[in-house]
């Protein structure tokens, strides 16, 4: 069974720039997780999906981040314009159920802004 | 929001000690699940264990959800075995499935 794919693997951009992630969950999986972790730090829920609608999007900075899943599977994040304090590892996990369900990670996104 | 401890925050061993990693949650959970973050920073999912025991080779972990712990043991350790280790729970009383983590447990096995 294929795992969670994401993409790019590495990215450096300068301040100002605009960046975007993508991920492909496990086939099935309803529910779709972007997390954001900081060097030395515990992974933090940024956004939410069940199916194609947001679930939570609390701790999304709305000013410059933004994501979607368009027909309930793929999903990419955008960050525009960056800041240096958004150099982290962005994780995309999945699960087939929320609350009870496994979640299963990426290799992760990891993002240097110069 | 749940609150979720882990213990200690760093840990060095010798190769072939045994370890033991703890938890703590402040609320009950409907999911806890303990991962290993490997060098490239992928999450490795080790076990998924609202409550009960369970074992994967050298590797076993034991939540008791009516105390709010989970124990995570590691035996004859090896050096592949470094890295951070995140426990993460989901709390009963959200209504979303946010898996929130712990700080994690750094660990570092010598040769």
């Known amino acids: 069974e294929a795992g969670v794919a994401q993409s790019p693997r590495y990215k450096i951009i300068e301040k100002r720039q605009s960046v975007a992630f993508w991920c492909n969950p496990i086939?099935?999986?309803?529910?779709l997780y972007w997390y954001q972790q900081i060097l030395g730090q515990g992974p933090k829920l940024l956004i939410q999906?069940?199916?194609?609608?947001?679930?939570?999007d609390s701790q999304l900075p709305k000013d410059r981040f933004s994501a979607e899943r368009l027909k309930g599977v793929d999903s990419t994040l955008k960050i525009q314009p960056a800041k240096l304090e958004d150099s982290a590892v962005y994780l995309c996990?999945?699960?087939?159920?929320?609350?009870?369900?496994?979640?299963?990670f990426g290799e992760g996104s990891r993002l240097t802004v110069l | 929001g749940i609150q979720v401890e882990q213990s200690p925050p760093d840990l060095i061993l010798q190769e072939g000690a045994n370890s033991t990693l703890r938890c703590n949650f402040s609320?009950?959970?409907?999911?806890l699940q303990w991962f290993h973050q490997n060098p490239w920073g992928q999450l490795i999912n080790l076990f998924y264990?609202?409550?009960g025991t369970k074992q994967n080779g050298r590797l076993s972990a034991t939540t008791v959800a009516t105390e709010r712990y989970s124990l995570l043991y590691i035996s004859s350790s090896q050096t592949t075995d470094s890295g951070v280790y995140f426990c993460a729970v989901v709390s009963r009383s959200g209504n979303t499935g946010k898996l929130i983590f712990g700080q994690g447990t750094t660990l570092q096995v010598k040769p």
């Open positions: 996990a999945s699960s087939f159920t929320a609350g009870t369900g496994e979640l299963f």
């Open positions: 086939s099935g999986h309803a529910t």
């Open positions: 999906f069940q199916n194609n609608g947001v679930v939570d």
């Open positions: 264990i609202p409550s």
């Open positions: 609320d009950s959970v409907n999911n």
